[in-house]
Nanobody, 129 residues
Framework: QLYLVESGGESVQSGGSLRLSCEVF????????IGWFREGPGKEREGVSC????????KYANSVKGRFTISRDSAQNTVYLQMNSLKAEDTALYYC??????????????????????WGQGTQVTVSS
C-alpha cells in the first residue's frame, strides 16, 4: 500500500522561506505524479503545484508562480516544495498526493484534486505578517 508523509511545515515571518518534503512509502516514486495542495482557513482545497512521474511536466498555481519550486529526488523517493517570499495568504495545511495517471509519465494536474487517490496527512504552514 502506498502512503505519503509530509514534513517541513513551520511558523515563519512574511518574506521567509520553507521547504516541504513529501516522502513516498510502499512504491517507487518513479511511477507517480505528485501534487501539492493546500487548505487555508475558511478556504477550499486548492492546487499549488504538481510534477509528473517523468519530472518533465511541472505546473504551478498563478498565486505561487515565481515563488515556489517543485522538485523530485527518486533516490530519496521524495518530492520537495521550496517556498520563498512567503506571504500571509500562503498560510494553510499543505498536503501532497499521488496519482499514476494510468502510466502516463508526462501528466500531472492541480485543478482536479479529487482525482488523486493517495494523500498524506498534511503539514501546517503559518506565515505571520
Amino acid at each position: 500500500q502506498l502512503y505519503l508523509v509530509e514534513s517541513g511545515g513551520e511558523s515563519v515571518q512574511s518574506g521567509g522561506s520553507l521547504r516541504l518534503s513529501c516522502e513516498v512509502f510502499g512504491y517507487s516514486l518513479d511511477y507517480y505524479a505528485i501534487g501539492w495542495f493546500r487548505e487555508g482557513p475558511g478556504k477550499e482545497r486548492e492546487g499549488v503545484s504538481c510534477i509528473s512521474s517523468s519530472g518533465g511536466v511541472i505546473k504551478y498555481a498563478n498565486s505561487v508562480k515565481g515563488r515556489f519550486t517543485i522538485s523530485r529526488d527518486s533516490a530519496q523517493n521524495t518530492v520537495y516544495l521550496q517556498m520563498n517570499s512567503l506571504k500571509a495568504e500562503d498560510t494553510a495545511l499543505y498536503y501532497c498526493a499521488a496519482h499514476d495517471f494510468n502510466g502516463l509519465t508526462g501528466k500531472c494536474e492541480i485543478s482536479a484534486h479529487s482525482s488523486y487517490p493517495y494523500w498524506g496527512q498534511g503539514t501546517q504552514v503559518t506565515v505571520s505578517s
